[in-house]
């Protein structure tokens, strides 16, 4: 089964600093998707970027960039030029692509979550 | 698209007492999942259905939960009886996946339950 580990509980930056967030994950499968989702006080779940395993490239949105490290499966979210609004719990989740038969592995799985302050 | 729509947002009620949560997916998305969110266990994957089928029921609690999906576009979650454990979040998010391809998940505002 595959597992999600975000090993940094909260983490703090100032205003305009940049901040990054870690995420590990296991698996067998070798095509899968990554995401980052954030989720603010108001609780709605966000996406904030999505990576495909078989792209080499890093996603990037914005301010928002990843460091995909397949080999080591690893998947960072960098922040840059922080602001008070990104203050938020950040959640990194894993998806498989490839079916098996009945669709079994199509969950979406879970890291337990960072929680970000934005001091100002 | 309005996005995935979910009832109530918030519910009060007394243990022992039945409570069935809503949820209208994105319209077009083929997968829709439960999630429970507690401060303690996280995000907990209930169950999903994929064409309305239930394929993966492993993450429902004990019996007292029941999921169902009649068509595309409602599926309800309930709690029969309810107990005060089982105050948290809980959220429906859906997606569309095809045979090689999927999209990402999208969440509804959650319905914060309160089992007193």
């Known amino acids: 089964a595959q597992t999600v580990t975000q090993s940094q509980p909260e983490m703090s930056v100032q205003e305009a600093e940049t901040v990054t967030l870690s995420c590990t994950y296991d698996t067998s499968e070798s095509d899968y998707y990554l995401f980052w989702y954030k989720q603010p006080p108001s609780r709605q779940m966000i ?12 996603a990037t949105e914005n301010r928002f960039s990843v460091n995909f490290q397949k080999a080591a499966k690893s998947f960072s979210l960098k922040i840059s030029d922080s602001q008070l ?34 001091n100002p | 698209d309005a996005g995935v729509i979910q009832s ?11 409570v069935t ?4 997916p994105i319209s ?7 999630y429970r969110q507690t401060m303690m266990r996280g995000l907990e ?3 999903y259905f994929n064409n309305n089928v239930p394929i993966d029921d ?8 029941s999921a169902k999906m009649p068509n595309a576009s409602f599926s309800t979650l309930k709690i029969q009886p309810s107990e005060p454990r089982d105050s948290a979040v ?27």
Not at chain 1, 50 to 56: H, N
Not at chain 2, 21 to 24: F, H, T, V
Not at chain 2, 58 to 63: A, H, L, R, T, V
């Open chain 2, 90 to 116: 809980y959220f429906c998010a859906s997606s569309w996946q095809g045979a090689s391809f999927g999209t990402e998940a999208f969440f509804g505002q959650g319905t914060r339950l309160t089992v007193v």
């Open chain 2, 45 to 47: 994957l209930l169950i």
């Open chain 2, 58 to 65: 492993s993450g429902m609690p004990e019996d007292r939960f």
């Open chain 1, 85 to 118: 609004g990104d203050a938020a719990m950040y959640f990194c989740a894993y998806r498989t692509i490839t079916p098996k038969s009945g669709g079994s592995n199509y969950k979406l799985t879970f890291g337990k979550g960072t929680l970000l302050t934005v």
């Open chain 1, 47 to 58: 996406l904030v970027i999505r990576q495909e395993a078989y792209k080499q490239q890093n």
């Open chain 2, 21 to 24: 949560l809503r949820c209208k």
């Open chain 2, 8 to 18: 109530p947002r918030h519910e009060v009620t007394e243990m022992g007492q039945e």
């Open chain 2, 28 to 34: 077009g998305h083929n997968s829709l999942f439960w």
